[in-house]
Every structure is written in C-alpha cells, then in structure tokens.
C-alpha cells in the first residue's frame, strides 16, 4: 500500500462516510417503517429529531462524495510516477484490477450523490417533510454501492505496488488497443464530436426553455443526463486530440496535468455539475403538485436550470475554446 | 377562539438516564385568543418547560401543539424559528439584556434578522420604549438599568415584531410590589391591544391580579386545577 496525505484523506473519508451512511440507512429503515406526521408519539418524534441531524450530516457526507471523485482522480494522477510505465492517472488505475471499477463507481457515486443532495434539499423547503420516505428510499437505494466503493477503494490502495509495472495512457487510449478506453479512442473524432455538439445544444437549448417557460422538464433532466456520457466520450475521441494537439492522443486523465493548465478539473467539473443540476429538474418534477411545495419547488427546479445551463454552457465553451484554438487541424 | 391546542405533551429531560426527569407529563389544553393566562405551580411543578413548549423554544418528548390549527412541534427548525420569530414575544425571568448594548440596540435586536431598515427599526423601538415610559433610557446600556428599567426593557423587546402572544417566565420575580402592579397595567394594556398573555408564575399578585383570565394550576407537571 502507499501511503500519502491523499490516499488517507480518501479512504478515512471514505470509511467515516461509509459508517454515516450505515447509521442513515438504519434511520432511512425506521422512517419508511414508522413515519407518521399525524402521530404525536414519542416514536414519531424522535425520528423527526433524528431526521433532521441525519439529513444535515448525509449532506456533507454525499458533498465529500461528490468532491472525493476529484481528489481520487488527482491522488491517481500524483502517484503516476510510482509505477513503471505510468505517466498520468491512466497508469495509475491500470496499476491494480480495481483501479477502472472504482473510478467507474466513484463516477456513478457522485452523480447519485448529487441527485440525492438535490432531493434532499427539496425536501428541506416543505415544512412537513413532504420527501421524506423518498429521499430515505433513495438513501436504501445509495447505501450498496456507495459502501461497495469504500470497499473496492480500500482494496485499490492496499494493492498498489511500486514495483509494478503497468500500462501508460497511449495504450490503453490508444486506438488499436483493446478495452473500453480503446474503443472509445477508435470511434471517430468528427462524429463524436458532432453527436456532443448535437446532445449539448438540445440539453442547452431544453434548459433555457424550462428556464423561460417552465416547461420541458423532463426532456431537459433527460438531455442534461445524456450530456454526461455524451461529453466524456467526445473528451476521449475528439477534444482530448485537440488540447494534444497530437491526432493519436486520447487520454482523459493528462488534462490534468499542469502541461495543459488543470483543464481536465473545470472541464469534468463543470460537466457534472451541469448534468447532475439538469437531470434534479427532471427529478423534482414529479412533486411540484406536493402542497407544501408548490410554491418553493418551481423556483428550485429555475435555479437548477440556471446552474445546468452554466455547467453545461462553460462545458461547451471551455470545449470549444480548446478546439478553436488548437493548432490540431483533423 | 382557541389560539394554541396543546395535545398530551410530555416533557422529558435526561430520558432512559438515572437522572431522568419529566417536566411536563401529558398535558392538555387551550389557549385562548386575546386571553391573559397564568401557568401557577410551585417550582419543579413544569411551568417554565411548559411555557417553552408552548412558544416553540422547547421540542416535547410526545404529543403534538398546534398553533391556530398549524402543527407546530414538528416543523423543521427554520420554520419553527419564522413561527416563533412572528408570532411569540418572550420576556424572561432574568430578562437577558445584552450587555454592553444599549437599551435601544436590545429592543431592536430580534427584529435585525428580519431585515427592517434600521431607520424604521429605530423608530418602532423607541416608540415601543415611549408607550412603555422608558424612552429617556433608549441610549443608556443595558447593564446601567434598574431591575424595574430592565423589566420594561425585555417587555419593549418582546413587543418589537408585533407578535401576537406574549409569553412571560416569572416576570415579577425580581421586582417589587409596585413595580410588580406597573407589569400588570402594561398587562392590561397589552390585553386591550388584543394580543394574548401566557404567564408562568407562583406569585399571588400576579394569578390573583383582575386582569388574569384563567389560571391553569400544575404540579408534578400535570394540570391540577383549570379555573377562570
């Protein structure tokens, strides 16, 4: 195992995480079994106490979550140059059979984890708890596969050996080689390219109209979400390329190194946020006939929009820039 | 017309300890609209946890307050706290000035989270502090007052978001017989404004006073006698 300040942060995080979230799903159980706001029992009540310290620590818990994927993303990068054969984060995770898997459910984690914090606060604008067994069922439903990433990130950093000879990015993104990184640096640029602009505009475009109107917004949640997959392919296939500036360089994780200025940072960060705050619109539309919400929510699902469009548009316009200015000409 | 509907409310301190204590246990009544209501018992009897319960500064262990129909022990806490901040007055036994405010800056203190232009602000507190016969005293600091001066104070900072119920803890206890029949006048006065008065009090001339509607007698955190 290394051991480094970041590698203890995350899986001490992590870990305590992990323990909050046992203790919330055990709370989450009770409320689905027992809540009932027109009881006056000293059950009843308890759980409403519990509920609101539950909710205020699972907050911060999924917000670590959520930042905890860029912190495991900048730990793999700077160990890079532990291994033989590693020149960035590709390496890195290629360096332990868990490597690929965690990031994979750290990345469904912190999306899930965003959506859960976008119930949750919806919940906190009605005076009777008007999403509680939702945002607990949702909860049952996070449990497994976040406890599922404390384990497998456990088991990540326990394997790592610095001697261990493993891939660097240009095989494992390359276009010959064989994988998921592969395929998707074989499929090409101008397509993917074209498939992101096309999700991208739509998403952009379904927000804006939700924004304006108040309408569409289940076709906005559903393009936001698309955007997500949509731009970390085209990262990989085309604008990767461009930021290179090299026609057979697709690594996704070189970004952030500092030789491109940390762009993979504000690129896949404003990418998430815009997805995650896109598809909460989506999500939330379901209870915007709930009494105690329908004045709070429709002002909460705008808001949201306005963050999917700044997301999503500095997503775009950070793409765009790296492709407009690059001396790459495909 | 019932104001505030207080279903079996228990209150426990230190619950499942061997210092467990309950304050109130199962209380049930209704407070009246536009009514002065004296809580009497002798210290220990719940009167105080009681009168917390009831201006949503205390959570119960069980039972429900509802407040004109609107439950209000399980609101969350932001809720309860715009509630309690526009519809409770609370004047204390040891009245809680801020020390090293002064007598103007402390009436106008609750209502500074509510975002009153200060001018405005200024200009209900020192009228407050004028009805109230203290408006010399509005730029001396609050640690200067007599405990009479103080009293008034408390009751100008209770009065400053116009709330309708007033809620007072042995108000009389630091005050003379003089001073003590002064608070019943602005009693009166708050009566006749229609707001509602719920006291906690062992004092006679307080539950004995004309201007009382109802005492609510508890002992061992149980009502003993309702009489009017």
């Known amino acids: 195992m290394i051991v480094n300040p970041a590698v203890m942060a995350l899986v001490g995080g992590s870990a305590l995480g992990g323990a909050l979230l046992v203790a919330a799903a055990a709370q989450g159980v009770a409320v689905l079994r027992g809540w009932d706001l027109s009881s006056g029992s000293e059950r009843q009540l308890a759980l409403e106490r519990r509920t609101y310290l539950v909710s205020t620590l699972l907050g911060f818990t999924l917000a670590f979550e959520l930042l905890s994927l860029f912190l495991f993303v900048f730990t793999a990068d700077a160990l890079a140059p532990q291994f033989t054969g590693a020149m960035c984060a590709a390496g890195s995770l290629k360096a332990s059979p868990y490597g690929y898997p965690v990031l994979l459910l750290k990345l469904a984690n912190a999306v899930l984890a965003g959506l859960w914090l976008v119930l949750n606060h919806a919940d906190q604008q009605g005076y009777d708890y008007p999403l509680i067994r939702v945002k607990y069922a949702a909860l049952l439903g996070l449990a497994p596969p976040a406890l599922a990433e404390v384990a497998l990130q456990g088991a990540y950093f326990a394997g790592l050996r610095p001697e261990v000879i493993t891939s660097c990015c240009g095989s494992l993104f390359g276009e010959g080689g064989r994988g998921l990184g592969a395929d998707l640096a074989s499929l090409p640029p101008a397509q993917a390219g074209a498939a992101l602009a096309v999700v991208l505009a739509a998403a952009l475009g379904a927000a804006l109209r939700f924004r304006l109107t108040g309408r569409g917004a289940v076709l906005a949640g559903l393009l936001a979400a698309a955007a997500l997959p949509a731009g970390l392919v085209a990262v990989v296939s085309a604008i990767s390329l461009y930021v290179y500036e090299l026609p057979t360089h697709h690594c996704p994780f070189c970004l952030l190194q500092r030789e491109y200025g940390h762009l993979g940072y504000p690129l896949y960060g404003a990418l998430l946020l815009g997805s995650v705050a896109g598809t909460g619109v989506a999500l939330l539309h379901p209870f915007r006939r709930v009494p105690s919400l329908a004045a709070a929510l429709p002002a909460l699902q705008r808001r949201l929009a306005t963050t999917a469009l700044v997301g999503l548009g500095a997503f775009a316009a950070l793409s765009a820039w790296k492709v407009l200015a690059s001396g790459l000409r495909l | ?228």
Do not use: C
């Not at chain 2, 989270?113 to 001396?140: D, M, S």
């Not at chain 2, 600091?141 to 001066?149: F, K, Q, T, Y």
């Not at chain 2, 009293?151 to 400053?160: D, G, K, N, S, Y």
């Open chain 2, 1 to 228: 017309m019932t104001l505030i509907e207080v279903e079996r409310v228990r209150r426990v301190f230190h619950q499942g300890r061997p210092d467990e204590l309950t304050a109130v246990d199962g209380v049930s009544l209704s407070i009246v609209a536009g009514e002065v209501t004296v809580l009497r018992g002798p210290s220990g009897s719940g009167k105080s946890s009681l009168l917390a319960l009831l201006g949503g500064m205390a959570r119960p262990t069980s039972g429900r307050i509802h407040l004109e129909g609107r439950e209000l022990t399980s609101l969350p806490e932001r809720f309860l706290t715009e509630v309690r901040r526009r519809t409770f007055g609370f004047v204390f036994q040891q009245f809680h000035l801020v020390r090293g405010l002064t007598v103007l800056e402390n009436v106008m203190l609750p209502a500074t989270p509510l975002g009153v232009p200060r001018a405005e602000l200024a200009r209900r507190a020192t009228a407050l502090l004028e009805r109230l016969a203290i408006g010399h005293r509005a730029r001396a600091r609050a640690d200067w007052l007599s405990g009479g001066e103080a009293q008034r104070v408390a009751i100008a900072r209770a009065l400053i978001n116009d709330p309708r119920v007033i809620i007072a803890d042995e108000p009389t206890a630091h005050l003379d017989s003089r001073l003590s029949m002064e608070l019943l006048e602005i009693v009166a006065g708050l009566k006749a404004d229609g707001r509602t008065v719920i006291v906690a009090s062992h004092d006679p001339l307080v539950y004995l006073a004309g201007v009382v509607d109802r005492t609510v007698s508890l002992r061992d955190g149980r009502v003993e006698a309702d009489s009017r």
